[in-house]
Each structure stands twice: as C-alpha cells, then as structure tokens.
C-alpha cells in the first residue's frame, strides 16, 4: 500500500500547485500522440489503484521504445507515454474526460542510473509547465516499478 499512498500523495497535489518538484530533465513529449499505441485500459472503483490511477489510461510509446517492448529490454532514447484522462460515464459508455496527468518514462541508462535507467515525470493535467515528479522519482515513481525489474521496470506489455 505504500505506492498507493505515494501515488495519491503526487495526484493530490497535481490539481493545486503549479509546479510540486524540480526539474529532473524529463522532456515532455512533443507529438506523443502520433506514436505506436501500446494499449488502453480503465481502472474503476473498487481496484486497489483507483484513488490514485482511475480513469482511462492510453499507452504510447516512441520507435526505441516500441523496439524494447519487443525484445524485451529498452534501449537508450525510448520513451513511454502514461495519459491518463477521467472516466466519463454516461449514456451506457465510457468517454475521456479532462486529463489527470501525462506520465513519462525517458530511457537513459546513465543519466538516471539511480532509477534502473528510466527518469520518471508527470504533467500535470498535461501542462508541460507543471511537473508532479521532479527529483522525487525514487519515491513517486521508481519504488514501484521495482516490482518489474525482470521486465526493465516497465508495467505495461504491448498488446498484439
């Protein structure tokens, strides 16, 4: 439960504060919308992330990146995109509502050695001028995705 509470404690502060951590040189992705589409899926009430990840996440994923989901490790340069928007729940579907947070993990094996390779950042609300990480990755981001070492820290499978 320690990364649920880690995890509310971030999203609890996305929505109030302008920018929560320093910079930890995490770009924001131009264009990730236009990359390969990994998966999609919905958490709702009742699972053990709701409070924190509810909502309808969309997984995108950059060229290296696409090529580390298929070998099974991720080069430098690889880029995974977590968009994680409202679930609007009307006229018997689901639909995005606004947008939570836009989540990055940057690949570099040497620039964030600390963190099993990955430096780790969140948007809020998608505003690339209000990061949610910052330094504070080990904590907010990388503890865990320890559980995924045998997978390069990376949760989700690209989907066939």
């Not at 909502?55 to 690889?78: R, V």
């Not at 570099?108 to 990755?137: H, I, L, M």
């Not at 320890?146 to 390069?152: A, E, G, N």
């Given at each position: 439960?320690?990364?649920?509470?880690?995890?509310?404690?971030?999203?609890?502060?996305?929505?109030?504060?302008?920018?929560?951590?320093?910079?930890?040189?995490?770009?924001?992705?131009?264009?990730?919308?236009?990359?390969?589409?990994?998966?999609?899926?919905?958490?709702?009430?009742?699972?053990?992330?709701?409070?924190?990840?509810?909502?309808?996440?969309?997984?995108y994923?950059?060229?290296a990146?696409?090529?580390?989901?298929?070998?099974?490790?991720?080069?430098?340069?690889?880029?995974?995109?977590?968009?994680?928007?409202?679930?609007?729940h009307?006229?018997?579907?689901?639909?995005?509502?606004?947008?939570?947070?836009?989540?990055?993990?940057?690949k570099?094996?040497?620039?964030?050695?600390?963190?099993?390779?990955?430096?780790?950042?969140?948007?809020?609300?998608?505003?690339?001028?209000?990061?949610?990480?910052?330094?504070?990755?080990?904590?907010?981001?990388?503890q865990?995705?320890?559980?995924?070492?045998?997978?390069?820290?990376?949760?989700?499978?690209?989907?066939?």
């Amino acid at each position: 439960m320690i990364r649920t509470a880690l995890s509310l404690a971030i999203l609890a502060g996305i929505s109030s504060a302008p920018i929560l951590a320093d910079d930890n040189g995490v770009p924001y992705p131009e264009d990730y919308r236009d990359w390969h589409h990994v998966k999609s899926m919905v958490i709702e009430e009742g699972h053990d992330l709701y409070e924190a990840f509810g909502g309808i996440h969309h997984l995108y994923a950059n060229d290296a990146a696409l090529e580390g989901y298929q070998a099974g490790s991720f080069p430098d340069g690889a880029v995974i995109v977590f968009d994680l928007l409202e679930a609007e729940h009307g006229g018997n579907a689901v639909t995005e509502g606004s947008r939570k947070v836009l989540g990055v993990m940057h690949k570099d094996s040497e620039r964030y050695a600390e963190t099993g390779g990955w430096g780790f950042e969140g948007f809020a609300e998608g505003d690339r001028g209000r990061r949610a990480v910052g330094k504070e990755a080990d904590t907010a981001c990388f503890q865990c995705h320890t559980s995924q070492r045998d997978h390069d820290y990376v949760f989700s499978r690209l989907r066939k």
